[in-house]
């Protein structure tokens, strides 16, 4: 299993940025995706997850009306879109997936919102 996130950068409070992860080594379609973050000395944190055919969402309530999660079978790709960034949304994202009981993340992408 391999995840790759790629999209995070550094954004002004208020501007938009769109992270990806492209899995590999397991039937995607099959498996609920989530996003986690983990900003500067505090834990990680789940932001999103989406169930195999993107039917059920949910989102941290820090998150709600301002990030979108969705997800690409064909692609094998699940996709955060963040909206309205604020400088508390700074952090490492990361990518997760739960696949035969053992857990498996990214290497994790920054963000950044600072002016």
């Known amino acids: 299993v391999q995840l790759v996130e790629s999209g995070g950068g550094l954004v002004q409070p208020g501007g938009s940025l769109r992270l990806s992860c492209a899995a590999s080594?397991?039937?995607?379609?099959?498996?609920?995706m989530s996003w986690y973050r983990q900003p500067p000395g505090k834990e990680r944190e789940l932001v999103a997850v989406?169930?195999?055919?993107?039917?059920?969402?949910d989102y941290a309530d820090s998150v709600k009306g301002r990030f979108t999660i969705s997800r690409d079978n064909r692609r094998n790709t699940v996709f955060l879109q963040m909206n309205r960034l604020k400088p508390e949304d700074t952090a490492v994202y990361f990518c997760?997936?739960?696949?035969?009981?053992?857990?498996?993340w990214g290497q994790g992408t920054q963000v950044t919102v600072s002016s």
């Open positions: 997760y997936v739960l696949v035969g009981r053992r857990d498996y």
């Open positions: 080594g397991f039937t995607f379609s099959n498996y609920a």
């Open positions: 989406i169930s195999v055919a993107g039917i059920s969402i």
